[in-house]
């Protein structure tokens, strides 16, 4: 079963407005959250992240928040850019050190 | 600065055959990873391994063999191939696992078809 779970396999956006990428998660174990991001033919790249101390994480344009009670994060991008259509990766760790992926999914930013 | 580095790029396999799938990292970090990458499922933990000398079972482990007798090198190695092991295989490699520097570096990925 999933530990990881991006619900959503696509979504579309227009240039300039905000992508919001959600991910949940069942393991309460996991106390470190990471998204990545991955352009076609090439390894995924880190991106953002948060550790369970916290709810919200922020670099540049950006945000990572995070709800504990619900088991759920979500990747916010504002303003939405071209380059940034890619497929992005939910990951979680725990104390086992596993990193664990969602499914991905993929951002496609309409000029 | 190389980072993470795989080898091969790509492979095509006959059914039953074996091979080994090299990761080399030269950034010193501690924790390693195999993944297997296909459509719809996202990224799945093959193996991992948190220190020379030391392996651990991940996600998706049947089938797969792995080494690390070396810091740098983790080796996953498929004894005898089968046609469900086709995939875009990706190592990965990270310096600690805490609340910094955390984040896991990958390679370039393999693709292999297995026939």
């Known amino acids: 079963d999933q530990q990881v779970k991006q619900n959503s396999p696509s979504l579309s956006v227009q240039e300039g407005r905000i992508s919001i990428l959600n991910c949940d998660y069942t393991?309460?174990?996991?106390?470190?959250f990471l998204w990545y991001k991955k352009y076609p033919a090439e390894g995924p790249t880190f991106l953002i992240s948060?550790?369970?101390?916290?709810d919200k994480n922020e670099d540049g344009r950006f945000t990572v928040f995070l709800n504990k009670s619900a088991k759920h994060l979500s990747l916010h991008i504002v303003p939405s850019q071209p380059g940034d259509s890619a497929v992005y990766f939910c990951?979680?760790?725990?104390?086992?050190?596993?990193?664990?992926f969602g499914s991905g999914t993929r951002l496609l930013v309409r000029p | 600065n190389a980072g993470v580095t795989q080898t091969p790029k790509f492979r095509v396999l006959k059914t039953g055959q074996s091979m080994t799938l090299l990761c080399a990292q030269d950034?010193?970090?501690?924790?390693m990873y195999w993944y297997r990458q296909d459509p719809g499922m996202g990224l799945r933990l093959i193996h991992y391994?948190?220190?020379?000398?030391?392996?651990a079972k991940g996600e998706v482990p049947d089938g797969y063999n792995v080494s690390r007798l070396k810091k740098q090198n983790f080796l996953l190695g498929l004894e005898s191939a089968a046609p469900s092991q086709t995939s875009v295989y990706f190592c990965?490699?990270?310096?600690?696992?805490?609340?910094?520097?955390?984040?896991?570096?990958f390679g370039q990925g393999t693709r292999l078809t297995v026939v």
């Open positions: 990951a979680a760790s725990d104390s086992s050190y596993k990193l664990i």
């Open positions: 990965a490699s990270s310096k600690y696992r805490g609340t910094v520097n955390t984040e896991a570096f």
């Open positions: 950034m010193n970090h501690e924790y």
């Open positions: 393991n309460s174990m996991f106390d470190y």
């Open positions: 391994s948190v220190g020379e000398g030391t392996t």
């Open positions: 948060i550790s369970s101390i916290k």
